[in-house]
Every structure is written in structure tokens, then in C-alpha cells.
């Protein structure tokens, strides 16, 4: 049977087609080291298991509104003037089947055929697929990696049409780590109120940063930007919660309601245990969120040293999330390969390990390494990148 059109253009995610290869190449009993993964690697602190126990023990194992509970939202509402000094009311919240439903469900209902959506690459590669399953267009804005992979306002000016609809910023990024100042959010907030664009802030990362900048998000920046900006942001990154699929979306009440209409006709609630889950997480005390991202934050500063100390390999160093993204295109053609993707290829069959190829991120000279695992598996992994290196040249 023909499939849809929709779908016949889909491209599987490359993040999860890297990790499913290095899994298989596990399960024959091959000595992997997979530097793929999305996701924080320590285990979701026990405050909050515990809250989700206590839901299930108390019957709370049904239908929620499909939005999400009152209670959540309006720690939700807390979080945001708690962290980002920015006042919301429940009618303009969302709570989603993780951040990627909430962006998944915002395109729906902001798309119409043929509009376009201006992503900044790299990018985190569900969006422009999640833009065509909404009929949008993806315009793709290569930011230079000499501006530490953040566009500029004169990019982006010069990329809106007519039909240009809204911009996405990612701060931090997935998969650069890199962050926009205060500064730079200002100006490509001007572009967007020129153009009367909305801006979709995700801000997946922000609890993990590790220089003394603080997290800023656009909408903070003014009363106007505050009405075209939708914040996207989760518990996933922040609190190690990436099973629980818990997102939210917090932007302009009709956007929000529409959201939800969507939502009532698709997922109706996000699970309701790991709703009252996420409500921990949201009112309980920071300590462990920090022991997570000074644990990252080591983690980055070891790993950047041994990537570095391999010939070849340029790295900036970023801000935020758990991800490097050198470029290793002089290294590839060193060894030999035509491209990085042949180059990842190798590097998984020969020394086993697993980097993403920055191609699927539409940075093709580039490779993502998480560091969401122990120094001791980073530090194996980037001795094999050397040895590797240094067999081919
Ligand atoms: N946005 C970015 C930039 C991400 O990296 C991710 C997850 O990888 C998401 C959104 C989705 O997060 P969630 O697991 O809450 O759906």
C-alpha cells in the first residue's frame, strides 16, 4: 500500500539511527562506547520517583485535562517567574507529551500551507521534518561557525519572504552547545517585531549552562517580544526526566487553546503519573538538577582537552547542553575519507565508537559528541578518536 506523502519524505532521526547501530553492534558483544545518546545519563532523582509513586498509590491513574493538571501548570507558571521573571496566567500554558510534542502540536497550529518557518543551522533535527508534516516550509539559515554557530540579524533579515511565519531559537542548542547573549537576542528580536514574526524560544537546555552568562530567554527582553515569543521547555534535560515525556509550551492564550484543541484530538493528557512527577520536579529544591551540571560541566572540560589534543580536530569550546560539535572535515580528508559521514562510519566499525554525524544537523563537516556518560567512557572513547586518527595518517 502507498503511504502518504506526508511521511514518504520523513528522514528517521540520524541521532537515533546512530544510537539503534551501536546498540545492535553491543547486543553481538562488541565493546561499544556511544557518544549518541540525547539524554542525561544519571537516573531521575528520587524526590521525584517518589511523587510518582505516590500518585499511582493514590488512584491519580486517569484522565487530566488535556492540557495538563492545574497543579502543574501553576508550578509552571512559578518556574517561569522564578527563573525567567516573566509573569504567565494557566490560560497560557500547555502541558505536552514532551518538548517535542509541544513543538510538534504548536507547527499544526500555526502552519499553513506553504508558510515558512526560518530554522538556524544546525539544527535540532526534528524540526524541519515536524515543519513538513505541517505543510510549512523549512527555510534553512546557515550560521557560521565563526560566530560560535549563531545567526546573525542581517541573516535572518535576509532570509524572511512574504511568507516567512515565524523564527526558531534554540539557546542553548542541540547540537552546538552554543548560546545567544542578551545582546544578540535583542537584535534578531528587532528583525522579528520589522517582520511581525513569531519567535519559538526553545529553551530544552537552559538548566544546563556552565559559563558565568545566565540563561536568557527572548521573550524576557520586552513586553512586545514577551507577545510574539512561545517558550518551549521541559523537564527532560533539566531533571534527567527524558522517559517521563513531560514538555510544556507558554506563549499567547489563543495559540495556547488551540494547542490544546489539538491536543484533546490527539494525545488528550500527557500520562497523568509523570504529570504529578514533573510537579516535583517543578516545586521541589534544585540541589540535584546542580549536582547534575556540575557533573556535566567536568565532564565538558576533560573532554574538550583530549578532543582537542587530536591533530585536526578544531573545537569551540560551547556554553550549554551536554554536546561538542568540532569540526573534523580536515580531519576526515586526512585520513582519507571523502566525507565526515564515512568518516563516523569507520570510526564506529573500526575502534567502536558512536558519533553523530553533523549531516543529519545540516552541518555535514561536523560531528556531535554527547557527553552524557562517565569520564571514564569519555576518556576511553577519545583516546579510540586518536588512535583511530593517528593509524589513518
Ligand atoms: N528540543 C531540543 C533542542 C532537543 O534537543 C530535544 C531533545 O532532544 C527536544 C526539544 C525534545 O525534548 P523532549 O524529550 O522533552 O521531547
Redesign the pocket.
Known amino acids: 500500500m502507498e503511504l502518504a506523502k506526508r511521511v514518504q519524505s520523513l528522514t528517521p532521526s540520524s541521532t537515533l539511527a546512530i544510537t539503534a547501530k551501536a546498540k545492535a553492534l553491543k547486543a553481538e558483544g562488541h565493546d561499544v562506547i556511544g557518544l549518541g545518546a540525547?539524554e542525561p545519563d544519571f537516573n531521575t532523582p528520587e524526590y521525584i520517583l517518589d511523587a510518582a509513586k505516590r500518585a499511582m498509590d493514590e488512584g491519580l491513574t486517569k484522565y487530566t485535562p488535556a492540557g495538563g493538571i492545574p497543579e502543574l501548570k501553576n508550578a509552571i507558571v512559578t518556574k517561569l517567574n522564578r527563573d525567567q521573571e516573566l509573569t504567565y496566567t494557566n490560560e497560557q500554558i500547555i502541558v505536552t507529551t514532551?518538548?517535542?510534542?509541544a513543538?510538534f502540536t504548536l507547527f499544526q497550529v500555526l502552519l499553513n500551507k506553504d508558510d515558512e518557518v526560518i530554522v538556524p543551522a544546525p539544527y535540532?533535527v526534528s524540526y524541519p521534518e515536524q515543519i513538513k508534516l505541517a505543510e510549512g516550509k523549512p527555510v534553512i539559515v546557515q550560521a557560521e561557525e565563526a560566530n560560535r554557530f549563531k545567526v546573525t540579524p542581517e541573516q535572518l533579515e535576509s532570509a524572511i519572504t512574504e511568507k516567512t511565519k515565524a523564527v526558531i531559537i534554540?539557546s542553548p542548542s542541540?547540537p552546538t552547545g552554543m548560546m545567544y547573549s542578551k545582546e544578540e537576542l535583542a537584535a534578531i528580536g528587532e528583525v522579528c517585531e520589522k517582520h511581525d514574526l513569531l519567535i519559538i524560544s526553545?529553551e530544552?537546555y537552559e538548566k544546563l549552562i556552565y559559563t558565568d552568562e545566565p540563561h536568557v530567554s527572548i521573550a524576557q527582553l520586552s513586553d512586545r517580544l514577551y507577545d510574539r515569543t512561545v517558550i518551549i521547555n521541559?523537564v527532560?534535560k533539566s531533571h534527567s526526566m527524558?522517559g517521563w515525556r513531560i514538555?510544556f509550551a507558554a506563549g499567547h492564550k489563543d495559540i495556547i487553546k488551540a494547542m490544546s484543541n489539538m491536543a484533546s484530538h490527539s494525545t488528550s493528557n500527557p500520562t497523568s503519573i509523570a504529570q504529578y512527577a514533573a510537579l516535583a520536579a517543578y516545586t521541589g529544591d534544585e540541589k540535584a538538577v546542580e549536582e547534575m551540571r556540575k557533573a556535566f560541566s567536568e565532564r565538558l572540560d576533560a573532554l574538550h582537552g583530549w578532543l582537542t589534543s587530536i591533530p585536526g580536530v578544531e573545537c569551540e569550546k560551547p556554553s550549554g547542553a551536554f554536546y561538542l560539535f568540532p569540526n573534523v572535515m580536515n580531519t576526515a580528508k586526512a585520513c582519507g575519507f571523502e566525507d565526515v559521514d564515512s568518516w563516523v562510519k569507520a570510526l564506529l566499525d573500526e575502534e567502536k565508537v558512536a558519533l553523530v554525524p553533523g549531516s543529519g544537523f545540516g552541518s555535514p563537516e561536523n560531528v556531535r559528541l554527547s557527553y552524557a556518560t562517565s569520564l571514564e567512557q569519555l576518556e576511553e572513547a577519545a583516546s579510540r578518536i586518536k588512535q583511530f586518527v593517528l593509524k589513518y595518517q
Open positions: 540525547g514532551g518538548a517535542k510534542h513543538l535540532w534554540n542541540n526553545d530544552i521541559g527532560s527524558t514538555g
